[in-house]
């Protein structure tokens, strides 16, 4: 079965400083791992994934993660954090990952609040 | 454009009423998800449907029934014995095992 564990529900930076969004995953087969971005009231909107290429992803916004099988992470970063990225972001596992069986659903993590600061 | 739409994007359901979801995709995706989003629980999955005429049960099944009659539309119902309904709704879409297309979301409160 797979799991994700989001690292602190709420992050605060400044604004310009590092953003780092911490994601840990269990699966039994290789991931397929996702990082989703929502605003209030909206829907999810996919920022970047890892399907088994290049471990480390580029996203939209300026956001890239890094696949770490050793460590089973996927952690989200961010350079230089805007005022228009505090929103909620959600890692997520994709059950069946890159042996595409199962219910093809997605695991996700219980979403960390960013909040960037003037 | 294409997208997944879902309406309304309020509900209200008075006790002991069922209320149903809408969702409508034109992505052409075989697979299509409802999930169900609490405040700090991240989405949790109600049912899923991998194909028109085929759908299954997810983690929180109870107190909801689903249809998929067309490709395109995968509706929720939300009956009276799912006793704690309030939550925000949202379906999505999937062409195999990768990204998932998600809809802007219902907001159902239980008056």
């Known amino acids: 079965a797979q799991s994700v564990t989001q690292l602190g529900s709420h992050v605060s930076v400044s604004e310009g400083a590092l953003v780092l969004l911490r994601c840990n995953y269990s699966?039994?087969?290789?991931?397929?791992l996702f990082w989703y971005v929502q605003y209030p009231n909206q829907g999810l909107q996919l920022l970047l994934k890892?399907?088994?290429?290049?471990?480390l992803v580029k996203g939209i916004n300026g956001f890239e993660a890094e696949f770490k099988k050793s460590e089973t992470s996927f952690h989200l970063t961010k350079p230089s954090a805007h005022m228009s990225d505090a929103a909620e972001y959600f890692c997520a596992v994709s059950e069946g990952g890159a042996q595409d069986t199962g219910r093809r659903a997605l695991t996700f993590g219980s979403g960390t609040r960013l909040q960037v600061q003037p | 454009d294409g997208g997944i739409t879902q309406s309304p994007k309020y509900l209200f359901r008075k006790e002991g009423q069922n209320v149903t979801l809408s969702c409508e995709q034109n992505l052409n995706h075989d697979a299509m998800y409802w999930y169900r989003q609490d405040p700090g629980q991240g989405l949790r999955l109600i049912y899923y449907s991998q194909i028109v005429n085929d759908f299954q049960k997810g983690d929180i099944a109870e107190g909801y029934s689903v249809s998929r009659e067309k490709k395109e539309s995968f509706p929720l119902t939300v009956t009276s014995a799912q006793k704690n309904p309030t939550a925000f709704y949202l379906c999505?879409?999937?062409?195999?095992?990768?990204?998932?297309?998600f809809g802007p979301g219902t907001r159902l409160t239980v008056l």
């Open positions: 699966s039994s087969v290789p991931p397929y």
């Open positions: 999505a879409s999937s062409m195999g095992p990768g990204e998932q297309f």
């Open positions: 890892y399907t088994s290429a290049a471990t």
